[in-house]
């Protein structure tokens, strides 16, 4: 890790001008699909802003109840812009394009301290320009939020890296119990911290008491909204239900391994309607009873025919990291190409900064989970965004590296 002092270099501040310049002009030109976007997390937030507290009918199918449908964060942050502005969505488009250029600093910042000001550069600029990145800010998903929570969590985890002061340890865990608010997948993030910290500190008994405060404080940040999920449902739900759901849509006898068929329509609405109809006679009762209904649909799937499950997980290893055939933007270039010049990139990057690749151990260990977690569910292109400013960073190195090679040969 180069050990460089960072601060708010002006350096990055044009780029965070400039990401945000993108942003904006990209709500003014295809801003009118604004109201297009806004999933189950809108659902949820209006009913917290109308006073009828954290709840969901399931569209219309269940009557209006307490759920754990979603992490709490982002519903909560829309209902407060509800109460406060009102129902026009285009200051959370604006505050998601703020986050996005806070992003570019952040991994500004961060690549600064792994590896140098032009690492830092290019990443904070390859953030700022990816096509789909200026385009996240008018889709209403959580997935700009925990972009922010977890460069925030990188930057100030590298900085313990450096400093080891137990103070950064109590905002990394705060910020991880806030990540896990946000979207559950970020349960791992305290895994992959401690993994970098264990590798790059020296093991001594403060690292390992720190390590245990990092898991008090990220369990404490959460805790509250467990306590409550189990006086709403008598069971224990750390975070959201729904889990079991995506298993089923990801294995039942039709699936894709995705939430769409190879005529890209949700298999929602494609259903066979004979197996349609059996699981709807099915679900009876509220949310806990149709989870436990797809827990035991969806292990009964696999375990009538394993193997179909082996290829499916195998074919969503393959769409995560490359592109999955069921989404409706799979043709077009702007959607593939940047992805796979990206991932081009970070693996010369891999190969580049393989005498430190400890210092990208955080990321590499997202990498892994993140990608087990999904090949055993359910694939959706969205899923694989929070791992964008690891690969970021790692284009970002290869970047550099084939830059210095040009210059070598040239001089020679």
């Known amino acids: 890790m180069v050990e460089k002092k960072t601060g708010f270099k002006e350096s990055y501040w044009w780029i965070f001008a400039f990401a945000l310049l993108l942003r904006v002009v990209a709500m003014l030109i295809w801003g009118d699909s604004l109201e297009e976007t806004v999933y189950e997390y809108d659902r949820i937030a209006r009913n917290i ?7 969901f009918d399931m569209y219309g199918s269940t009557p209006l109840a307490p759920t754990a449908w979603m992490a709490p964060f982002y519903p909560y942050l829309l209902a407060a812009y509800y109460r406060l502005i009102g129902d026009n969505l285009l200051g959370v488009a604006l505050s998601q394009a703020l986050a996005g250029g806070a992003i570019c600093w952040l991994l500004g910042v961060g690549g600064r301290m792994l590896s140098g000001k032009n690492v830092g550069m290019i990443a904070a600029l390859s953030f700022a320009i990816y096509p789909e990145m200026i385009l996240l800010p008018m889709k209403f998903v959580a997935e700009t939020w925990i972009l922010l929570e977890m460069a925030l969590i990188f930057v100030i ?10 103070s950064q340890i109590i905002i990394v865990g705060i910020l991880c119990g806030i990540a896990a608010l946000t979207r559950v997948s970020a349960l791992a993030l305290p895994l992959a911290l401690l993994f970098w910290f264990w590798l790059k500190r020296e093991k ?12 008090l404080v990220a369990a404490a940040v959460v805790a509250p909204w467990t306590i409550r999920n189990y006086s709403v449902f008598g069971e224990f739900i750390p975070v959201r239900t729904n ?4 298993v089923w849509r990801g294995n039942f006898p039709d699936a894709t391994g995705t939430p769409r068929n190879f005529d890209k329509i949700p298999h929602d609405a494609a259903l066979d309607p004979r197996y349609e109809a059996f699981v709807e006679s099915q679900l009876v009762g509220g949310e806990i009873q149709h989870e436990e209904v797809y827990r035991r649909l969806a292990l009964q799937h696999i375990k009538d025919d394993p193997l179909r499950y082996l290829s499916l997980s195998l074919r969503r290893f ?11 933007l799979t043709g077009h270039p702007v959607y593939w ?6 991932l081009i990139l970070a693996g ?10 400890s210092d990208y151990s955080f990321w590499y260990l997202l990498f892994g989970i993140t990608t087990l977690a999904y090949s055993l569910t359910l694939v959706l292109p969205r899923y694989r965004i929070p791992l964008l400013p690891g690969l970021i960073l790692l284009a970002a190195e290869g970047l550099r590296t084939l830059f210095s090679l040009r210059r070598e040969s040239g001089r020679a």
């Open 337 to 342: 190409a940047p992805w796979f010049l990206l």
């Open 49 to 55: 802003a109308a006073g009828l507290g954290f709840s």
């Open 348 to 357: 010369v990057g891999v190969f580049s900064s393989r005498d430190h690749w």
């Open 157 to 166: 985890g590298a900085k313990y890296v450096r400093d080891g002061k137990r």
């Open 204 to 215: 001594t008994r403060k690292l390992l008491l720190d390590s245990v405060l990092l898991l």
């Open 318 to 328: 393959f769409y995560f990291w490359t592109i999955d055939p069921t989404h409706p």
């Open 243 to 246: 889990f079991w759901i995506n």
